[in-house]
């Protein structure tokens, strides 16, 4: 089993940026892909990115493509996600996720409770 614990969301205005963390319990944390997925208002649960268990393999959606960075410290249990230049469309609540087994992100094992990320224009 795996919790995940969100952290770093908040108000941000056009632009600017933040910087979100995913810490995970368990001692597998090292051996599962890890990701984040988004949810807007009215709108349907978006991938975001991926990271494989070693961090040597990433993956953007276009939409996010060279503003947004994922990263891990396996050796902390943690995740995160450097987002810059925001947008007001990037405004959704964040979702950590983790898998054991998959980088794809198809549907991920594990969920964290969510962070509201709200950019302001």
């Known amino acids: 089993q795996v919790q995940l614990v969100e952290s770093g969301g908040g108000l941000v205005q056009a632009g600017g940026s933040l910087r979100l963390a995913c810490a995970a319990s368990?001692?597998?944390?090292?051996?599962?892909?890890m990701g984040w997925f988004r949810q807007a208002p009215g709108k349907e649960r978006e991938f975001v990115t991926a990271i494989s268990w070693s961090g040597g393999s990433t993956y953007y959606a276009d939409s996010v493509k060279g503003r947004f960075t994922i990263s891990r410290d396996n050796a902390k249990n943690t995740m995160y996600l450097q987002m810059n230049s925001l947008k007001p469309e990037d405004t959704a609540v964040y979702y950590c996720?983790?898998?054991?087994?998959?980088?794809?992100?198809?549907?991920?094992?594990?969920w964290g409770q969510g962070t509201q990320v709200t950019v302001s224009s």
């Open positions: 996720v983790a898998d054991p087994v998959s980088d794809s992100m198809e549907a991920p094992a594990y």
């Open positions: 368990g001692r597998t944390f090292s051996s599962y892909a």
